[in-house]
C-alpha cells in the first residue's frame, strides 16, 4: 500500500487525510496503492455521499497558511475518485448533488482551478449497469446457423463468453458486499442472475448430452463440449468453463459408463485436465495459478472469489475495538475486489452474431431439476442390477458447485417475452429463406435441436399446413414458458403421474408437458377421476388400432399405439411391466385436461416405438400414483446488449 505509517488500525479521518497528503502539488501520486483502496472500499464503512460530505467539510473548514495547497490536494483526490470510479458519479443521487455542491463551495471561495477539477459533465452514462433489458445492436453480419450441430466449438465459446461478461459486469461492489455480509441472495438481482445463468448453462449442457438417444451420439455431444471448454480457457472465460465442466462432471453424465466408451483417448484426457483445472483441490491452486497467468480481458470464476471474500469477512472484524477501521481487513478485501470489479470496464474483441444470441437466451432458460436430469439419465442407461447400491438421486459432481444451487430468479413475464419475440424474429430472419412469414419442418427441426426435450413440430402446426408461421411459434413459446415456470398457476389442484421417461414431449392435442409418452388418461393423487385428452372422444373407446405419430425434436418419430390396460399399482423401484431396462422413472405435473369419472378397475395403456429406427424395446407405458412435481429453474437473462459502454445507455 506504500508507507502510510497508518498501521493495521486508523480512524476514517487519518485515512482520508493520509490519503489527500500523498498527491504532490502537480496532482501526482507518490507510488502508493491506498488512495485507490480506500476510495474502492470507502462503501463497507460509508456511503459514497457521506465520504463525500467528510471531503466537503474538510475543504471549507482548512485553515492556515497551507490551506490553500491542502484544498488543491482534496480537488486532486476527488478528481482521482472521479477518473478511477465514474460510475459512482452517474448513477448516485446523492453522491452527484454533493459533488455539485462541492463545486458551488469552491466557487464562492474564488478557487476556479478546483472547479475544474471535479467536473464530472463529461461521464458517460452507466445506466445500463441497473437496467434488466438493453437495446438491441443491429447485426451487420450474414445469416446464422442456429442449429447446435453445425456451430463450432469458438462460435458456441464466443457466445457464451459474450453472455457471461454481458451478466458479470453490471455486478457491482455493492452487490458484493451484500452478499458477502448477508449470506444471501435476497434483494441482489443483479448477482442472482449471474449465478442463474451459470447453472443455466450447466443444467443446458447436461440436458443436451442426454437429448440424444445413442451412446455414440451422447459420446459426440460431450467432445463437442470438451472441445468448447478448450476455447473458453483460450478466452480466459473461467466462470462458463467451470459451468461446462461442472455439467459434464454431474453424477446424470458421468454415470454413462456405455457413452464414456465411445470417447476417444485424447477427449477424455482433455476432459480430466479441465476437471483438475477447475477442481477444488488445494484450494482451487490450479485455477488460482492459471488466472494469476492470465493477462488482459479474463472472467473469474465468481464462487471461488466469493468464498474469499467470505472467508476474509468471517475471520477480521470491520471495526478494532477502539472504533478505527480494521486497515488488514480492507487490504485483504480489496485485494479480490479490486479483480471483480475491474470487469464494469473491461472490454472485449467478440462479434457476436444477436440472432445467436437470442437463441441461446432462450435454450439456457429451459432446463429442469436435477432429480429430473438424472432420472432421465437412468432411463438412457439403466442401473447395473449387479449394482444393488448404484444411487437413486444425484450426487455431488467433482466440480463443486453447491454454492451456486438453488437460485431461482422470479420470472418477469415482460423480460421473458421479449426474449421470446426476439427469438421468433431471429428464427424467421435466418430461416424464413422465401420470405412468405412460414418455416418449414425441416427447419424447425434444427432450431428445436437447441432445446432438448422441447415441443414436436405437429403441436406448433396447429392448422396442419405444414408450416410454422411467427404467430404459431410466438404462441407456443409464451405457452410454454406459462406451464413451466409458474407451473399451471396457483389455482391448478391436480397431481398427476406416469412411470416412463421414454421421451420428453408434448400432448399432441392440448400441448401439455409430457416427460414421456402420449397417454390416453392420466391418475390424479388428489382427486378420484381419470383425466383425457381433449380431441379424444367418448365414443372411440377400442384403441387397439389407434396409433399416434408425433415428431420430436431431434428429428426422431414416435409411433404411439393405445390400448386397453388393468390398473395396476407399481413404486419407484418396482414398475408395473416386465421389460428390462425400464425400471426407472419420474412424476410430473400436467396442464389440466378434460375430465370425467371412470372406473377404477381399467385404464389405457400406450405402446411406443421409435419409427425412424430399428426397434430395440417395445415399453408398455402405464399410468399410476406418485407423488412429485417437476419445478424447472428460470433465468432472467436478457439479450440484446451492446457491447461498448458507450451504446449500453
Known amino acids: 500500500m506504500g508507507s502510510s505509517g497508518l498501521g493495521k488500525a486508523a480512524t476514517l479521518d487519518e485515512l482520508l487525510s493520509t490519503c489527500i497528503e500523498m498527491f504532490d502539488d502537480n496532482g501526482e501520486l507518490n507510488n502508493s496503492y491506498l488512495p485507490r483502496i480506500v476510495l474502492l472500499m470507502h462503501r463497507w464503512y ?69 472547479i475544474s477539477l471535479i467536473d464530472i459533465s463529461s461521464i458517460p452514462s452507466y445506466d445500463w449497469m441497473r437496467r434488466v433489458t438493453q437495446r438491441k445492436k443491429v447485426s451487420k453480419k450474414g445469416k446464422a446457423c442456429l442449429l447446435f450441430d453445425h456451430l463450432e466449438p469458438i462460435e458456441l465459446a464466443e457466445h457464451l463468453t459474450f453472455l457471461e461478461h454481458k451478466s458479470f459486469r453490471r455486478i457491482s461492489f455493492t452487490d458484493y458486499q451484500s452478499y458477502v455480509i448477508h449470506g444471501c441472495l435476497e434483494n441482489n438481482p443483479t448477482l442472482e442472475r449471474s449465478i442463474a445463468l451459470f447453472n443455466g448453462i450447466s443444467k443446458w449442457v447436461q440436458l443436451m448430452v442426454l437429448s ?82 492470465c493477462e488482459g480481458f479474463k472472467i473469474p470464476i465468481l464462487g471461488v472469489h466469493l468464498k474469499d471474500l467470505i472467508a476474509v469477512h468471517v475471520i477480521f472484524p470491520d471495526w478494532t475495538e477502539d472504533n478505527k477501521v480494521n486497515i488488514v481487513k480492507m487490504h485483504q478485501l480489496s485485494v479480490t475486489l479490486s479483480e471483480l470489479v475491474s470487469l464494469q470496464n473491461a472490454s472485449h474483441h467478440l462479434e457476436p452474431n444477436m440472432d445467436l444470441i437470442n437463441l441461446l437466451t432462450l435454450s439456457l432458460d429451459l432446463y429442469h431439476t436435477e432429480d429430473d436430469i438424472y432420472k ?202 416386465s421389460e428390462a431396462g425400464w425400471g426407472d422413472s419420474g412424476s410430473h405435473t400436467f396442464p389440466k385436461m378434460k375430465s370425467k369419472f371412470h372406473d377404477k378397475a381399467a385404464k389405457d395403456k400406450g405402446f411406443a416405438k421409435w419409427e425412424n429406427e430399428k426397434p430395440r424395446v417395445q415399453a408398455g407405458v402405464d399410468v399410476v400414483d406418485r407423488g412429485t412435481e417437476f419445478e424447472p429453474d428460470q433465468d432472467e437473462a436478457d439479450v440484446g446488449e451492446t457491447r461498448q459502454d458507450g451504446e449500453d445507455g
Not at 460510475?87 to 478546483?114: C, P, W
Not at 462432471?249 to 477424455?268: A, D, G, W
Not at 466440480?399 to 424474429?425: F, Y
Request: proline residues 5%.
Open 46 to 114: 460509508l456511503s459514497s455521499t457521506e465520504l463525500a460530505e467528510k471531503l466537503l467539510c474538510m475543504y471549507r473548514d482548512a485553515s492556515g497558511e497551507s490551506c490553500d495547497e491542502f484544498r488543491l490536494k482534496i480537488c486532486y483526490f476527488m478528481r482521482y475518485w472521479i477518473l478511477k470510479f465514474p460510475a459512482e458519479f452517474n448513477l448516485d443521487l446523492g453522491l452527484i448533488r454533493m459533488t455539485e455542491e462541492f463545486r458551488e463551495v469552491a466557487s464562492q471561495l474564488g478557487y476556479e482551478k478546483h
Open 212 to 293: 440424444k438417444p445413442t451412446p455414440q451420439q451422447r459420446a459426440e455431444v460431450i467432445t463437442k463440449f470438451i472441445n468448447v471448454a478448450k476455447k473458453l480457457l483460450q478466452l480466459k472465460n473461467f466462470n462458463t468453463l467451470m459451468a461446462v465442466v461442472g455439467g459434464l462432471s454431474h453424477s446424470s453424465i458421468s454415470r454413462l459408463k456405455e457413452t464414456h466408451s465411445h470417447l476417444s483417448s485424447e477427449v477424455t484426457k482433455n476432459w480430466h485436465e479441465m476437471t483438475e483445472l477447475v477442481s477444488s483441490n488445494g484450494n482451487y491452486c490450479s485455477y488460482r495459478r492459471a488466472f494469476a497467468d
Open 376 to 577: 432421465l439419465s437412468l432411463v438412457l442407461e439403466p442401473r447395473n442390477s449387479k449394482s444393488p447400491t448404484s444411487p437413486t438421486t444425484p450426487t455431488k459432481p467433482v466440480v463443486p458447485l453447491e454454492w451456486a444451487s438453488g437460485v431461482m430468479p422470479k420470472p418477469d413475464p415482460t423480460v421473458i417475452n421479449k426474449h421470446i419475440r426476439k427469438l421468433v424474429e431471429s428464427v424467421f430472419r435466418n430461416y424464413d429463406h422465401d420470405h412468405d412469414g412460414y418455416i418449414s419442418q425441416e427447419d424447425f427441426e434444427s432450431i428445436a435441436a437447441n432445446f432438448p426435450f422441447l415441443d414436436s413440430f405437429c403441436v406448433l402446426d396447429k392448422d396442419q399446413d405444414g408450416l410454422i408461421s411467427k404467430d404459431e411459434m410466438m404462441a407456443y413459446f409464451l405457452r410454454a414458458k406459462s406451464q413451466l415456470h409458474c407451473k399451471m398457476g396457483p389455482g391448478f389442484v391436480h397431481n398427476f403421474q406416469e412411470m416412463t421417461y421414454l421421451k420428453p414431449t408434448f400432448c399432441e392435442h392440448c400441448a401439455g408437458f409430457l416427460w414421456g409418452i402420449i397417454k390416453q388418461g392420466y391418475k390424479c393423487k388428489v382427486q378420484d377421476e381419470v383425466f383425457e385428452f381433449p380431441g379424444v372422444a367418448a365414443g372411440h373407446r377400442d384403441l387397439d388400432s389407434r396409433a399416434i405419430t408425433l415428431v420430436t425434436g431431434s428429428s426422431r418419430k414416435i409411433s404411439v399405439r393405445l390400448q386397453r390396460a388393468t390398473t395396476s399399482q407399481a413404486t419407484q423401484t418396482e414398475p408395473v411391466w
